[in-house]
């Protein structure tokens, strides 16, 4: 498991706003809740009516020989709520300004009496991304078209119909298209049509409920046509999406491509010209490596350096959604998406001859490619260093040299320099998360109390945390005991001491003392947990033991190790009157040991909890097997210290 990368993510985010400092960003991204679409589970309770319902969605593509293509839409919602009036009275339209056109051909309201009430144009507004005085943007060229619907009322439909017309293709002479849809809610109608040439060599495929109804070829154009309906829709129980495979939801997908081999060739085509070193980055290339030798550690320092000195940015506008931009303008600008990342990064491991290619990978929740090659699948590139057999993704920022981001190790990879290969990224090594947490209180008669705690923590935790603590200001780091535990509405003084956070390594020691005014109920009854920031708690571990969600899924997972050590001194006129029992437990590869100790007044206890989930996708069976174990263990972390 059962690690959750993006549920410690939260909770140190959440420990850090409590501190009074502010997440980065990307750390705030990635704790936001998984892809919350519904998986197309069998289920045999009917779903709750939603407050507003999909009446139609149509989608047509008309395909041109060179791959530009059309792209019409109409959907019609219906209000069946209140709550979702003012939902349903607004929607947008964001596309490509640079290579695509928008035209609303409907926008209007149609009341539940039959009368239509078309959008006016005071109720639109379009928001563009622009150079200075009408120049060409640097990186994002979003345009996004909003509309107000007007007189929206329960009963009432909205409905939108609109045309992009693309000005070139994404790859020459090919198009592909992959999209699913909601299994768990209401469905009056989907349609999806691709009217394309007949000459363009294709392949397609249908999964679920979505059915081909239509095959046709007239002249020179070939036509397909899907249909799909959900008007029983049955509730949806799964949570955790964290692993998505396109076959349990209904959908379909289309591609002209033979084999992902040829998205490869396609792509770096036009990209892998890109990654020739100019004279500036040869030059650049030198500084960086300057007194090294070793090609591993001169791999090293370039990959530091692109990694903390190339902001990113994107979206990709233009061609640059698969052509990646020059060296100049990314040196200059010190910005780039993905694969200026790793565009630059190759040009640099050229420059000093270290050999390297890129690879495409999916950075979302998908750990199997489709059968079917769709672009869409391959959404993220990375690189390949093949005489040191080692991936690099200089676009996530802090992940040390040698590993990928969880969002993306351990899956499928696309390598350019071998197109055809079915290679995998390797997976994050779970044994390297870890972490050793000492607690030392001492209560007062009052409940105020002195504490110390330390930390040593490593793995994607520390990578975490480090990522977090680098974007601490020194005002922040003073304070960082009195915000804390201010959030928490106590009042307390002490003092913070962290290692250098950045370094891009997977360690990080911290320590804090402080002193609490009435922290401690008295008399009362605590759970064992350390009062300060706990990048991977044991309790996290199998804090989901009672969820019966989650367990007859694929998830994503990991594992790791995590002890807790505590010495509460409590005052000589309280009395202990209850500790937790000691519990041993081991089940597999997943161990739990626990012991507390009470001498006089004072409790020293010993968590330990050891996982050893190689990852990086857990069965359902073994995510039940998980939940037994879980089970055993919850109810001893939960149990209480009681004293009057």
Same mark, same amino acid.
């Given at each position: 498991?059962?690690?959750?990368?993006?549920?410690?993510?939260?909770?140190?985010?959440?420990?850090?706003?409590?501190?009074?400092?502010?997440?980065?960003?990307?750390?705030?991204?990635?704790?936001?809740?998984? %892809? &919350?679409?519904?998986?197309?589970?069998?289920?045999?309770?009917?779903?709750?009516?939603?407050?507003?319902?999909?009446?139609?969605?149509?989608?047509?593509?008309?395909?041109?020989?060179?791959?530009?293509?059309?792209?019409?839409?109409?959907?019609?919602?219906?209000?069946?709520?209140?709550?979702?009036?003012?939902?349903?009275?607004?929607?947008?339209?964001?596309?490509?300004?640079?290579?695509?056109?928008?035209?609303?051909?409907?926008?209007?309201?149609?009341?539940?009496?039959?009368?239509?009430?078309?959008?006016?144009?005071?109720?639109?507004?379009?928001?563009?991304?622009?150079?200075?005085?009408?120049?060409?943007? &640097?990186?994002?060229?979003?345009?996004?078209?909003?509309?107000?619907?007007?007189?929206?009322?329960?009963?009432?439909?909205?409905?939108?119909?609109?045309?992009?017309?693309?000005?070139?293709?994404?790859?020459?002479?090919?198009?592909?298209?992959?999209?699913?849809?909601?299994?768990?809610?209401?469905?009056?109608?989907?349609?999806?049509?691709?009217?394309?040439?007949?000459?363009?060599?294709?392949?397609?495929?249908?999964?679920?409920?979505?059915?081909?109804?239509?095959?046709?070829?007239?002249?020179?154009?070939?036509?397909?046509?899907?249909?799909?309906?959900?008007?029983?829709?049955?509730?949806?129980?799964?949570?955790?999406?964290?692993?998505?495979?396109?076959?349990?939801?209904?959908?379909?997908?289309?591609?002209?491509?033979?084999?992902?081999?040829?998205?490869?060739?396609?792509?770096?085509?036009?990209?892998?010209?890109? @990654?020739?070193?100019?004279?500036?980055?040869?030059?650049?290339?030198?500084?960086?490596?300057?007194?090294?030798?070793?090609?591993?550690?001169?791999?090293?320092?370039?990959?530091?350096?692109?990694?903390?000195?190339?902001?990113?940015?994107?979206?990709?506008?233009?061609?640059?959604?698969?052509?990646?931009?020059?060296?100049?303008?990314?040196?200059?600008?010190?910005?780039?998406?993905?694969?200026?990342?790793?565009?630059?990064?190759?040009?640099?491991?050229?420059?000093?001859?270290?050999?390297?290619?890129? @690879?495409?990978?999916?950075?979302?929740?998908?750990?199997?490619?489709?059968?079917?090659? /769709?672009?869409?699948?391959?959404?993220?590139?990375?690189?390949?260093?093949?005489?040191? %057999?080692?991936?690099?993704?200089?676009?996530?920022?802090?992940?040390?040299?040698?590993?990928?981001?969880?969002?993306?190790?351990?899956?499928?990879?696309?390598?350019?320099?071998?197109?055809?290969?079915?290679?995998?990224?390797?997976?994050?090594?779970?044994?390297?998360?870890?972490?050793?947490?000492?607690?030392?209180?001492?209560?007062?008669?009052?409940?105020?109390?002195?504490?110390?705690?330390?930390?040593? /923590?490593?793995?994607?935790?520390?990578?975490?945390?480090?990522?977090?603590?680098?974007?601490?200001?020194?005002?922040?780091?003073?304070?960082?005991?009195?915000?804390?535990?201010?959030?928490?509405?106590?009042?307390?003084?002490?003092?913070?001491?962290?290692?250098?956070?950045?370094?891009?390594?997977?360690?990080?020691?911290?320590?804090?003392?402080?002193?609490?005014?009435?922290?401690?109920?008295?008399?009362?009854?605590?759970?064992?947990?350390?009062?300060?920031?706990?990048?991977?708690?044991?309790?996290?571990?199998?804090?989901?033991?009672?969820?019966?969600?989650?367990?007859?899924?694929?998830?994503?997972?990991?594992?790791?190790?995590?002890?807790?050590?505590?010495?509460?001194?409590?005052?000589?006129?309280?009395?202990?009157?209850?500790?937790?029992?000691?519990?041993?437990?081991?089940?597999?590869?997943?161990?739990?040991?626990?012991?507390?100790?009470?001498?006089?007044?004072?409790?020293?206890?010993?968590?330990?909890?050891?996982?050893?989930?190689?990852?990086?996708?857990?069965?359902?069976?073994?995510?039940?097997?998980?939940?037994?174990?879980?089970?055993?263990?919850?109810?001893?972390?939960?149990?209480?210290?009681?004293?009057?």
């Amino acid at each position: 498991m059962q690690l959750a990368t993006l549920r410690l993510c939260a909770a140190i985010c959440l420990a850090l706003a409590a501190a009074g400092a502010t997440a980065p960003a990307s750390a705030q991204a990635a704790a936001k809740p998984a %892809d &919350a679409s519904p998986a197309a589970d069998a289920q045999d309770e009917a779903a709750p009516e939603q407050p507003l319902r999909t009446e139609r969605r149509y989608i047509d593509y008309t395909v041109q020989p060179d791959g530009r293509y059309t792209e019409q839409r109409e959907v019609a919602y219906k209000v069946l709520d209140p709550r979702a009036i003012e939902y349903a009275k607004r929607e947008s339209i964001s596309y490509s300004a640079s290579i695509q056109e928008l035209k609303v051909l409907e926008a209007y309201t149609l009341k539940s009496d039959g009368r239509r009430i078309a959008v006016p144009e005071s109720n639109y507004q379009v928001e563009t991304n622009d150079g200075r005085e009408g120049g060409q943007p &640097a990186f994002s060229d979003v345009a996004t078209t909003s509309l107000v619907f007007p007189d929206v009322a329960v009963g009432d439909t909205v409905v939108l119909s609109y045309r992009l017309t693309g000005k070139q293709p994404l790859f020459d002479g090919h198009f592909s298209e992959l999209d699913s849809f909601d299994a768990h809610s209401y469905q009056g109608d989907v349609r999806v049509r691709i009217d394309a040439p007949a000459a363009m060599a294709a392949q397609h495929r249908a999964w679920g409920a979505m059915k081909l109804v239509r095959d046709e070829t007239r002249g020179d154009r070939r036509l397909l046509e899907w249909r799909y309906q959900n008007l029983k829709p049955v509730k949806n129980k799964r949570r955790d999406y964290s692993v998505r495979r396109v076959e349990q939801f209904p959908g379909f997908a289309y591609s002209s491509f033979a084999s992902y081999g040829d998205i490869v060739r396609a792509y770096g085509q036009r990209a892998l010209p890109k @990654a020739v070193p100019t004279e500036r980055v040869r030059k650049l290339a030198d500084e960086i490596a300057a007194g090294k030798t070793d090609q591993r550690d001169i791999a090293r320092a370039l990959y530091e350096w692109v990694s903390t000195n190339i902001h990113y940015g994107g979206n990709c506008i233009g061609l640059g959604a698969v052509v990646p931009r020059d060296q100049e303008f990314v040196l200059d600008n010190r910005i780039g998406d993905c694969k200026d990342h790793a565009t630059l990064l190759q040009a640099l491991l050229a420059a000093k001859g270290v050999e390297a290619t890129q @690879a495409l990978v999916n950075a979302g929740s998908v750990y199997e490619l489709p059968d079917l090659p /769709v672009v869409s699948s391959v959404n993220h590139v990375i690189n390949y260093l093949p005489g040191m %057999d080692l991936y690099l993704d200089a676009t996530a920022k802090g992940i040390p040299f040698g590993y990928l981001p969880p969002s993306v190790a351990g899956k499928p990879v696309l390598r350019l320099d071998r197109p055809e290969l079915k290679a995998q990224a390797p997976v994050f090594p779970g044994d390297r998360n870890r972490q050793r947490i000492t607690t030392h209180l001492t209560v007062a008669a009052d409940g105020s109390v002195k504490g110390k705690v330390a930390v040593d /923590v490593s793995g994607i935790p520390a990578i975490t945390m480090r990522a977090l603590l680098r974007e601490m200001t020194e005002e922040h780091s003073r304070d960082m005991v009195k915000n804390y535990f201010q959030g928490q509405g106590l009042v307390a003084q002490g003092r913070f001491r962290q290692d250098d956070p950045k370094p891009l390594i997977d360690r990080q020691n911290y320590d804090v003392e402080f002193e609490v005014a009435q922290m401690l109920p008295v008399p009362g009854a605590i759970p064992l947990a350390s009062p300060f920031m706990n990048p991977m708690p044991v309790i996290g571990f199998v804090s989901d033991a009672n969820d019966e969600v989650g367990t007859e899924v694929e998830t994503a997972c990991t594992g790791g190790r995590s002890e807790e050590v505590y010495r509460i001194e409590f005052p000589a006129e309280m009395k202990v009157i209850a500790v937790p029992s000691d519990l041993a437990v081991e089940s597999g590869g997943l161990r739990y040991s626990a012991r507390y100790q009470l001498k006089g007044n004072v409790l020293e206890a010993n968590r330990v909890i050891e996982d050893a989930t190689p990852g990086p996708t857990c069965t359902p069976e073994y995510n039940r097997a998980f939940r037994d174990f879980a089970k055993k263990v919850l109810p001893n972390l939960k149990a209480q210290v009681v004293y009057q």
